[in-house]
């Protein structure tokens, strides 16, 4: 019988020293044994590094970027030096159910060589709370317009790869500081479809205060990086040219560019009177009221209208 095929798990790590084990050791638990864990160091200021070079099972490789260079950079390194057939990412304060290895390679082996990638349930926790998710995408003629029009994971949902993708299609793009998982979504499902287990097998603590994800003025800083270069498929799609164009717009007053702010207000469609409302909503607030009011007003009024 054939040795089932190598997984690399990669974790990035920066100024984790206190909770780093939940997850290296929801790896080492796993019922599939045939993975290799990858920790890479991103410059942390703690004793992260100290922590991780304490692990002595032979299955765990660390490395340590000269400079602190965000999750981008460390992820690259990381899927760069591994070996394995597939490479799954974990953040480093999530951690793994025992049998996401398992899960994940009976179900990523026994797909067609269009699959590229897959993902699980997630499990959020945040103090006593746990909520459960899973994202069954609305599937459109292609992987690339499903994914432009619904995209709800991210790197932290359970994600795993088949190793060709990224010789395919490249890396993570490093001069993002935001969103660069949702750019590389985008760009690789161009190439490769995808496919999923309904299973919640992976766990995303939640402590309540703003992550990178929250850092709008970063995703906007991305947003307008990356999306130019979908606008060709966008501007065939009223839409698409509705969740872009509005999304650019408070983006991009969350970001203090007002003139592209207004740009992107005068492009989003009209023709629907709730889109209608909702963007004269968030328009009024970000161009009348300081930043930090319209921002509270516009996540409680305005996502009514979604």
Same mark, same amino acid.
């Given at each position: 019988?054939?040795?089932?095929?190598?997984?690399?798990?990669?974790?990035?790590?920066?100024?984790?020293?206190?909770?780093?084990?939940?997850?290296?050791?929801?790896?080492?638990?796993?019922?599939?044994?045939?993975?290799?864990?990858?920790?890479?160091?991103?410059? *942390?200021?703690?004793?992260?590094?100290?922590?991780?070079?304490?692990?002595?099972?032979?299955?765990?490789?660390?490395?340590?970027?000269?400079?602190?260079?965000?999750?981008?950079?460390?992820?690259?390194?990381?899927?760069?030096?591994?070996?394995?057939?597939?490479? *799954?990412?974990?953040?480093?304060?999530?951690?793994?159910?025992?049998?996401?290895?398992?899960?994940?390679?009976?179900?990523?082996?026994? *797909?067609?060589?269009?699959?590229?990638?897959?993902?699980?349930?997630?499990?959020?926790?945040?103090?006593?709370?746990?909520?459960?998710?899973?994202?069954?995408?609305?599937?459109?003629?292609?992987?690339?317009?499903?994914?432009?029009?619904?995209?709800?994971?991210?790197?932290?949902?359970?994600?795993?790869?088949?190793?060709?993708?990224?010789?395919?299609?490249?890396?993570?793009?490093?001069?993002?500081?935001?969103?660069?998982?949702?750019?590389?979504?985008?760009?690789?499902?161009?190439?490769?479809?995808?496919?999923?287990?309904?299973?919640?097998?992976?766990?995303?603590?939640?402590?309540?205060?703003?992550?990178?994800?929250?850092?709008?003025?970063?995703?906007?800083?991305?947003?307008?990086?990356?999306?130019?270069?979908?606008?060709?498929?966008?501007?065939?799609?009223?839409?698409?040219?509705?969740?872009?164009?509005?999304?650019?717009?408070? +983006?991009?007053?969350?970001?203090?560019?007002?003139?592209?702010?207004?740009?992107?207000?005068?492009?989003?469609?009209?023709?629907?009177?709730?889109?209608?409302?909702?963007?004269?909503?968030?328009?009024?607030?970000?161009?009348?009221?300081?930043?930090?009011?319209?921002?509270? +007003?516009?996540?409680?009024?305005?996502?009514?209208? +979604?």
């Amino acid at each position: 019988m054939l040795k089932p095929s190598l997984i690399s798990v990669v974790i990035p790590v920066f100024n984790r020293a206190s909770s780093i084990e939940l997850a290296v050791k929801s790896v080492i638990s796993q019922t599939y044994t045939n993975f290799e864990l990858i920790l890479v160091d991103d410059c *942390s200021t703690d004793n992260s590094w100290e922590v991780l070079q304490g692990y002595s099972d032979p299955r765990i490789k660390c490395l340590k970027l000269s400079q602190n260079s965000g999750p981008a950079t460390a992820r690259n390194n990381g899927i760069k030096h591994a070996k394995g057939e597939y490479i *799954s990412l974990l953040d480093s304060d999530d951690f793994y159910e025992a049998e996401f290895l398992e899960n994940t390679y009976n179900t990523l082996s026994k *797909s067609s060589k269009e699959v590229g990638f897959m993902w699980t349930g997630v499990r959020y926790i945040q103090d006593e709370i746990r909520k459960e998710f899973f994202w069954v995408p609305k599937r459109l003629e292609t992987p690339y317009l499903t994914f432009l029009n619904s995209l709800h994971i991210g790197t932290n949902s359970g994600i795993t790869f088949k190793k060709k993708v990224f010789d395919t299609c490249g890396f993570f793009n490093e001069e993002l500081s935001a969103a660069e998982d949702t750019e590389f979504f985008l760009r690789i499902t161009q190439e490769y479809d995808y496919t999923y287990s309904k299973k919640v097998l992976i766990n995303i603590e939640k402590d309540g205060n703003d992550r990178l994800s929250k850092n709008y003025k970063k995703i906007a800083e991305a947003y307008n990086k990356f999306v130019p270069k979908h606008l060709n498929v966008i501007n065939k799609s009223e839409t698409l040219k509705k969740k872009f164009y509005y999304k650019l717009m408070w +983006l991009n007053y969350q970001a203090g560019h007002k003139d592209l702010a207004r740009k992107y207000f005068r492009k989003t469609p009209k023709n629907e009177f709730i889109i209608l409302i909702k963007l004269y909503l968030t328009y009024s607030f970000y161009e009348f009221l300081p930043l930090p009011l319209a921002t509270k +007003l516009h996540l409680r009024f305005a996502s009514k209208f +979604l």
